[in-house]
């Protein structure tokens, strides 16, 4: 049985960081992009960042591009999101996200596993 298992998250003051870490088992993970995306109340779920297979191509939304790094642990099967300079509106749930195939996407309906997520809320 796959399972995508995020942890990590909790409560940072606004300039804090949070690392966030997804644990895959159950499947390929070598085989597969992963994402990052997050979903604030009252919002659509929307796309965070993405990594290819080897871990060589990343995709970031532009609201955090140049504060968030994501990265994976291919021996470990394990994708990460540094997250820097946190500010109160990038409170949100996040998940990890994981497709087979080689196109880095940020489209969430391509993503066929989801984990269940985790919290993360940045006070101002």
């Known amino acids: 049985q796959e399972q995508l298992v995020e942890s990590g998250g909790g409560l940072v003051q606004a300039g804090g960081s949070l690392r966030l870490s997804c644990a895959v088992s159950g499947r390929t993970f070598s085989s597969d992009v992963m994402g990052w995306f997050r979903q604030a109340p009252g919002k659509e779920r929307e796309f965070v960042a993405a990594i290819s297979r080897s871990g060589d191509s990343t995709a970031y939304a532009d609201s955090v591009k140049g504060r968030f790094t994501i990265s994976r642990d291919n021996a470990k099967d394990t994708v990460y999101l540094q997250m820097n300079s946190l500010k109160p509106d990038d409170t949100a749930v996040y998940y990890c996200?994981?497709?087979?195939?080689?196109?880095?996407?940020?489209?969430?309906?391509?993503?066929?596993?989801w984990g269940q997520g985790t919290q993360v809320t940045v006070s101002s």
């Open positions: 996200a994981a497709r087979r195939g080689t196109v880095t996407t940020n489209r969430p309906d391509l993503y066929g596993s």
